[in-house]
């Protein structure tokens, strides 16, 4: 199993402004998932960060918009940048450890953009 | 691309059973997941099928039909607390480990 401390657990922020999500795992891991949860829908992966190399976005979401940090094996960051009402909704970061089969999941971020 | 479908939603009594059935397209299949999501909580693993047939775990088991790409959740004696989102996800080779999720399932259990 995997402890994830995710951080701010939610935040509300102006239109316009930046905010960082961090995620600290309590083992070293190769990948790292950023994914985001609008109300009342599914988790949609952003992208995933690789310790030592640049993050793979997915479609839909650049880094310009999204910068992910991956400074070591059991840390991230997601910075939502330049932040609009449509980008209110939940994010989660995720990882496996040990086997491939189980992907476990920080607390979340609920951020709310006015 | 890969796609998942599984119901919207769905009610059911305490004690009962029920199921949560999920289809799939992906190219290079290689395992399905389940999740359970209460709100304001965080996705949790609940199992995990690679091969085709039934994983029992307590009261849930889920059951995989890779010809069929078809795979369902059984919830059995159903408790009040169950009453969440239950999500199926794809891995696939050509996804490189990453977890594609479906739409879920919102399971009401009531008295």
């Known amino acids: 199993s995997a402890v994830i401390s995710q951080k701010p657990s939610r935040d509300i922020c102006q239109r316009g402004t930046s905010l960082t999500i961090q995620c600290q795992v309590d083992?070293?891991?190769?990948?790292m998932f950023w994914y985001r949860q609008q109300p009342g829908q599914s988790l949609t992966l952003i992208a995933t960060?690789?310790?030592?190399?640049?993050?793979?976005?997915e479609s839909g979401f650049v880094i310009d918009k999204f910068p992910i940090s991956r400074p070591n094996l059991t840390f991230s960051t997601l910075t939502v940048s330049n932040m609009s009402p449509e980008d209110s909704s939940i994010y989660l970061c995720s990882v496996y450890t040990g086997d491939n089969e189980k992907l476990f999941f920080g607390s979340g971020t609920q951020l709310s953009v006015l | 691309g890969q796609s998942l479908e599984q119901p919207s939603e769905v009610t059911a009594v305490e004690g009962a059973i029920v199921q949560i059935n999920c289809t799939y397209q992906t190219s290079g299949f290689y395992g399905l997941s389940w999740y359970q999501q209460h709100d304001g909580g965080a996705p949790t693993f609940l199992s995990y099928?690679?091969?085709?047939g039934l994983e029992e775990t307590g009261r849930f088991s889920s059951f995989l039909s890779r010809s069929d790409s078809y795979g369902y959740l059984l919830l059995q004696e159903l408790q009040m607390k169950d009453s969440a989102s239950y999500f199926c996800?794809?891995?696939?080779?050509?996804?490189?480990?990453?977890?594609?999720f479906g739409q879920g399932t919102e399971l009401s259990v009531k008295p």
């Open positions: 099928n690679a091969l085709d």
């Open positions: 996800a794809v891995a696939s080779y050509n996804q490189g480990g990453k977890l594609i």
């Open positions: 083992s070293q891991v190769t990948m």
């Open positions: 960060a690789n310790q030592g190399s640049e993050a793979t976005y």
